[in-house]
Every structure is written in C-alpha cells, then in structure tokens.
C-alpha cells in the first residue's frame, strides 16, 4: 500500500501544478507580454538612443543638474548658445506611474532649466534630457535622489 500512495500523492502534485499552469495562461488578468507589438520600431528608436548617447560623450561638459530651494535646476552645458537648446525633459518615477511627466526645453532664459520643486515629491526618479543643439542630437540618463 505504501507505492500506491506515493504514485497518488504524484499524481495530485502534477493536478495541482497543471491547474495552475493551465489557469496562468488562459486568464486575461496575468497577460504581461515583454514583447513589443512593434520589436523593430522600437529597436530602431533604442539605438537612436545610444547614438545620442555616444554624441554626449564627445561633450566636454554635459548636461548636469543640482537641487535648489525652487526646485531641480537643469544645467546645459556653457558656450551652448542657449537660444538654439530645444527637446524634452523626462521625469520618470519608479515607485508611482502617475508622478511621472515631461515638459519641453523651449526658449530659455539662460543655460538652466528649473523644475519646480510643486512637481517632484522626495526620493528617486530617472531623468532623462532628450535635447538638440545646431542639428545634433544629445541624451542624458541617470537616476537621481531628490
């Protein structure tokens, strides 16, 4: 008697594994696809992002950034002419999608741009600059402890 109750208690452990498996892939609620609709499109816009990161290292002074009483403060690099700087700034926050957002670099003032300190709550966030000067494109990337 004791085989017969190994091979039973087998079999339930391969039921209860099966049911699982089973329900996993027919339930709609636990649909996360890694795959993008669109894989090449996406490749393609993913190298444009290393180029524009290789054409920032070629800088002699990137883009930096420093935390200030009114907010984060966007540095660009000087001898810019900062009147021809356009693009966007990326502010993603890991731990809450709705905190994430972006504004454009439009006509600055002078070589910095401030986020106010009203849109950034204390911790971590990824920054990304996505920014053209004279015809070149440029990134920054780095995740950040405000």
């Known amino acids: 008697m ?5 091979v039973l208690a087998f079999i339930g452990f391969i039921a209860f594994i099966m049911y ?3 329900t996993m892939f027919a339930d709609n609620r636990f649909k996360n696809e890694l795959v993008t609709e669109d894989y090449y499109g996406a490749e393609l816009l993913y190298q444009k992002d290393i180029n524009k990161l290789e054409k920032s ?3 002699t002074v990137n883009v930096n ?6 907010g984060l403060k966007v540095v660009f690099p000087k001898g810019f002419d900062y009147t ?10 890991p731990s809450n ?9 439009v006509s600055l003032s002078d070589s910095t741009l401030l986020i106010p300190d009203k849109r950034l709550v204390d911790g971590r966030w990824n920054i990304k600059i996505d ?3 004279k015809g070149n ?3 920054f990337k780095e995740s950040i402890i405000y």
Do not use: A, H, P
């Open 131 to 133: 920014w053209q000067y």
């Open 2 to 6: 004791g085989g017969t109750g190994v």
């Open 137 to 139: 494109s440029y990134l």
């Open 57 to 59: 290292k070629e800088l």
């Open 65 to 70: 950034y420093l935390r200030t009483n009114d």
């Open 97 to 105: 999608k709705q905190l994430d957002f972006e504004t454009s670099i």
């Open 20 to 22: 699982f498996v089973v």
């Open 84 to 93: 021809e700087i356009t693009g966007k700034v990326f502010l993603y926050r």
